[in-house]
């Protein structure tokens, strides 16, 4: 008697486990990101499905059988809705579900309303093999698109279950409220709202505004908090990308994007495309690459070895990596990991100078006419004596020769690190105080035309040495 009472509980559970599968809405998404974001707004009335994994290409999936058969029974289909997931109309159409059509109540463009980066001028075209040709598609590493993405499913929740609407409401409403908070921190929002404060950040107007403006007899950028203070170090920071999948992520947090191992998204990097990546990362000193976790190792670590830069392998999307299980993990990990890339950068350099001459130091310049700069001690290979090369005449077309004493040992009799008197011609040469090139860059034009036109800032920022590293 006893075993059939728990024969028949254990059928009503199984049972009423069944009748609540089905109330559930089936949702499959492309990306598990937008996956992540539909159960924030969907809740306990979705049942949710992702195709691409976290640690896949998007680009570059296969339509497998299954996939259709996921999409067969689909009540709602999200994907990016530009030419991120090319494959997505192929298993639309295998599956022979008519509702999750472009155009029809059970699909779901992501992209709507999302003013997209990278758009191309002119007519889209793929004569080069680009696979970016309506702009970059990567939308979902910027939070301020997670926001649009999530009123985009909301839509199409509502539109095929109009009953639950208020409940998709409420749940889309309180996900943005709680991004708004890890991306500004709690008191500005608090302060501000999310919705200016969203806008201004998309405007690039955010610091400025904060920096210019007062609350309570503090500065608004004070009460900064979240990921953007977080990512504080980050911003103006220069980076190498493998693949254009970090626009939205760099535009948002501030970092200059400024070489990519791939010519063209798609496209496998040549050797010479290689070169001149690395080229690239020695004329502006590049740090740190930012690297999505399904792309080849070899290339970045070639290019670590050569430069010194340091990869940061890290999976684009949600479930990419063991205990990156929401939306908000995947800024949580970007920012931690970048961070921490820096900062090591910081740390070296704080080593050096604390032992008061590193190996970085006999990489410094030596050529007659110099003087130099500390940015120069970080030179990413340093060989050491390499640029010792007098007597010649100076880059400043002084007259030649070096002193004849090694850096290093110049430091030690200088005491200083930041001034090496006494090889600089006075008045004569101008050097880009913010220049991070190496020596190699500075060249007899470099100082004859008195702008640096080598190492990629272009503009006013270029100026005469700074006093301290005159000549006496
Ligand atoms: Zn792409």
């Given at each position: 008697m006893r075993r059939n009472v728990v024969v028949f509980f254990l059928m009503l559970v199984g049972l009423l486990a069944q009748a609540a599968t089905a109330q559930k809405l089936r949702v499959v998404t492309s990306l598990p990101d937008y996956a992540a974001i539909v159960e924030e707004v969907g809740g306990e009335r979705v049942g949710v499905n992702y195709i691409?994994?976290?640690?896949?290409?998007?680009?570059?999936?296969k339509p497998k059988p299954s996939y259709s058969l996921m999409l067969r029974a689909a009540d709602l289909f999200v994907t990016t809705?530009?030419?991120?997931?090319?494959w997505a109309p192929t298993l639309i159409d295998r599956s022979?579900?008519?509702?999750?059509?472009?155009?029809?109540?059970?699909?779901?463009?992501?992209?709507?309303n999302i003013p997209l980066?990278?758009?191309?001028?002119?007519r889209p075209s793929r004569?080069?093999?680009?696979?970016?040709i309506y702009g970059n598609?990567?939308?979902?590493?910027s939070p301020l698109n997670g926001k649009i993405i999530a009123r985009n499913i909301l839509a199409g929740l509502k539109r095929i279950d109009p009953a639950h609407a208020a409940y998709y409401e409420r749940r889309e409403k309180d996900f943005e409220a709680r991004l708004d908070r890890a991306l500004f921190g709690e008191r500005l929002v608090k302060i501000l709202g999310g919705d200016l404060l969203s806008r201004l950040l998309r405007q690039h107007k955010l610091f400025p505004f904060l920096k210019g403006r007062q609350y309570r007899g503090k500065p608004?950028?004070?009460?900064l908090g979240g990921w953007l203070k977080a990512a504080l170090p980050l911003r103006g920071q220069k980076i190498i990308g493998?693949?254009?999948?970090w626009i939205y992520f760099a535009d948002t947090f501030g970092?200059?994007?400024?070489?990519?191992?791939?010519?063209?998204?798609g496209i496998p990097p040549t050797p010479a495309h290689v070169e001149r990546v690395i080229r690239t990362i020695r004329q502006q000193n590049v740090k740190v690459m930012l690297i999505a976790n399904?792309?080849?190792r070899s290339k970045p670590r070639l290019i670590e070895q050569r430069t010194g830069i340091k990869a940061v392998f890290v999976p684009?999307?949600?479930?990419?990596?063991?205990?990156?299980?929401t939306y908000f993990d995947l800024f949580d990990l970007w920012i931690r990991r970048l961070t921490a890339a820096f900062q090591r950068e910081v740390a070296l350099k704080e080593q050096a100078h604390a032992r008061n001459?590193?190996?970085?130091?006999?990489?410094?310049f030596g050529l007659s006419g110099a003087h130099w700069h500390?940015?120069?001690?970080?030179?990413?290979?340093p060989q050491a004596?390499?640029?010792?090369?007098?007597p010649g005449p100076g880059p400043?077309?002084?007259?030649?020769?070096?002193?004849?004493?090694?850096v290093r040992l110049a430091l030690r009799i200088a005491g200083c690190l930041r001034v090496f008197p006494g090889l600089h011609h006075p008045g004569r040469g101008h050097l880009c105080p913010h220049s991070h090139a190496g020596?190699?860059?500075?060249s007899r034009s470099h100082y004859r035309h008195r702008v640096?036109?080598?190492?990629?800032?272009?503009?006013?920022?270029?100026?005469?040495?700074?006093p301290w590293s005159r000549a006496r």
């Open positions: 691409v994994q976290g640690n896949q290409d998007a680009h570059f999936v809705g530009l030419d991120l997931e090319l022979g579900n008519r509702h999750i059509r472009e155009g029809q109540p059970g699909y779901v463009r992501a992209a709507a980066l990278e758009k191309p001028v002119g004569a080069a093999g680009d696979i970016h598609p990567h939308i979902h590493t608004l950028i004070n009460y493998y693949h254009k999948n970092l200059k994007i400024v070489e990519y191992i791939e010519p063209k998204p399904y792309f080849e684009l999307s949600v479930r990419g990596e063991p205990g990156v299980n001459v590193g190996t970085d130091v006999d990489a410094v500390p940015c120069l001690l970080w030179h990413p290979r004596g390499s640029y010792f090369r007098g400043d077309s002084g007259s030649g020769g070096y002193s004849g004493l090694s020596a190699e860059n500075f640096c036109h080598s190492h990629g800032c272009g503009d006013s920022h270029c100026r005469p040495c700074p």
